[in-house]
């Protein structure tokens, strides 16, 4: 996957590197609600078990990763050099270091 590039420059807005904790209570507690709903029900009635929605046990809004924005790829570029000025400390280097850092900012 090191050659796999963002085809539209979207970005989440995040504190974490992963929602796989968040993900892994949220279906936790929806296996624990089908468990109890597959007990309490009669074993004649398939009508008695209904679906349950993402929204009832969970809110997206409570996980790690809580947004996108679109950030083109204008203000990738400005925040590149912006971080090779401060970093880089011949011309060339400066250069190499914006292109790296425009590659990871596109990179999956």
């Excluded at 996957?1 to 995040?14: A, E, G, H, L």
């Excluded at 078990?49 to 203000?75: C, E, F, H, I, T």
Aim: proline fraction near 4%; hydrophobic fraction near 30%; include cysteine.
């Amino acid at each position: 996957m090191s050659r796999s590039v963002r085809k539209k420059p979207i970005m989440s807005w995040t504190t974490c590197r992963s929602e796989k904790d968040d993900k892994r209570i949220w279906h936790r507690r929806w296996r624990a609600h089908e468990r109890t709903a597959l007990a309490s029900s009669p074993l004649g009635d398939e009508d008695g078990n209904l679906p349950v929605s993402v929204n009832q046990l969970s809110n997206v809004w409570d996980m790690g990763k809580d947004g996108r924005q679109y950030w083109p790829l204008a203000k990738q570029k400005k925040t590149a050099r912006r971080f090779a000025r401060r970093i880089g400390r011949g011309r060339k280097e400066r250069k190499a270091l914006e292109a790296r850092l425009i590659h990871k900012f596109m990179g999956k």
